[in-house]
């Protein structure tokens, strides 16, 4: 069961946040912290699957700053979300170099938005699961949005790429539907964008293996990852 931290230091949005993410996943557990101190003490013993919160908590404008910080050295690599009323403009690439995996704006996102951000969150941290990637020659880790690599050698890859790369890579030698790779692109579910991505996928391989055949097209249901045969 799905363990979900909420750090908001407003009860209301605090709750809201609560509601929309147990409608949105029957059966996970969401527990709601208000202060930095509290949040601290909780991220100290508990490996949440995913945190929600906010970047001014109280009097502390870069309070949630400092809760990433502490996420980054306790458990390094536990998807963050930031929903904050700051500017986007300024402090999403602020959140994104810190490893948070989205910002999203106060009063500029509807519940669809944040329930599809968390449900991918979700997903993305059951792929990173030990032992996820198919081949030891791929290294990818969805959350953390960083570079892949192949063989050693990193992958010039956009993330929408990263994410479908880890999907099918999870699941070797298993054919992976358009449905089921349409959850993993926010914009453009359709099979002539995956097809484009897992294009950019294999250029980017073949840069550095020019003999990469590891993904199979399956003919009218999806894409196979066989790896670096």
Same mark, same amino acid.
């Given at each position: 069961?799905? =363990?979900?931290? /909420?750090? !908001?230091?407003?009860?209301?949005?605090?709750?809201?946040?609560? +509601?929309?993410?147990? #409608? %949105?996943?029957?059966?996970?557990?969401?527990?709601?912290?208000?202060?930095?101190?509290?949040?601290?003490?909780?991220?100290?013993?508990?490996?949440?699957?995913?945190?929600?919160?906010?970047?001014?908590?109280?009097?502390?404008?870069?309070?949630?700053?400092?809760?990433?910080?502490?996420?980054?050295?306790?458990?390094?690599?536990?998807?963050?979300?930031?929903?904050?009323?700051?500017?986007?403009?300024?402090?999403?690439?602020?959140?994104?170099?810190?490893?948070?995996?989205?910002?999203?704006?106060?009063?500029?996102?509807?519940?669809?938005?944040? =329930?599809?951000? /968390?449900? !991918?969150?979700?997903?993305?941290?059951?792929?990173?699961?030990? +032992?996820?990637?198919? #081949? %030891?020659?791929?290294?990818?880790?969805?959350?953390?949005?960083?570079?892949?690599?192949?063989?050693?050698?990193?992958?010039?890859?956009?993330?929408?790429?990263?994410?479908?790369?880890?999907?099918?890579?999870?699941?070797?030698?298993?054919?992976?539907?358009?449905?089921?790779?349409?959850?993993?692109?926010?914009?453009?579910?359709?099979?002539?964008?995956?097809?484009?991505?897992?294009?950019?996928?294999?250029?980017?391989?073949?840069?550095?293996?020019?003999?990469?055949?590891?993904?199979?097209?399956?003919?009218?249901?999806?894409?196979?990852?066989?790896?670096?045969?």
């Amino acid at each position: 069961m799905p =363990i979900v931290a /909420v750090i !908001e230091d407003d009860p209301p949005t605090s709750n809201q946040l609560r +509601g929309w993410i147990e #409608a %949105a996943r029957p059966g996970v557990r969401v527990e709601q912290w208000f202060n930095r101190d509290e949040a601290e003490a909780a991220l100290g013993r508990q490996a949440y699957d995913l945190v929600v919160l906010d970047i001014e908590l109280g009097h502390e404008r870069h309070a949630g700053v400092a809760l990433i910080n502490t996420i980054n050295r306790l458990r390094h690599g536990t998807p963050v979300l930031v929903v904050s009323a700051m500017p986007a403009a300024i402090y999403r690439g602020i959140m994104k170099a810190l490893d948070a995996w989205d910002y999203l704006q106060k009063t500029t996102f509807s519940e669809a938005d944040f =329930i599809e951000t /968390v449900l !991918e969150m979700l997903r993305a941290a059951r792929s990173r699961s030990p +032992g996820a990637p198919a #081949a %030891a020659e791929l290294s990818i880790d969805p959350l953390r949005q960083g570079h892949a690599s192949w063989r050693g050698q990193r992958l010039n890859l956009p993330l929408t790429a990263q994410r479908i790369l880890s999907v099918l890579a999870a699941r070797p030698a298993e054919v992976v539907s358009y449905e089921e790779l349409f959850q993993v692109i926010k914009s453009g579910r359709n099979r002539d964008n995956v097809r484009k991505h897992v294009s950019t996928i294999r250029e980017a391989m073949r840069e550095i293996d020019p003999a990469f055949d590891g993904i199979e097209n399956v003919p009218m249901r999806g894409f196979r990852w066989v790896g670096g045969r």
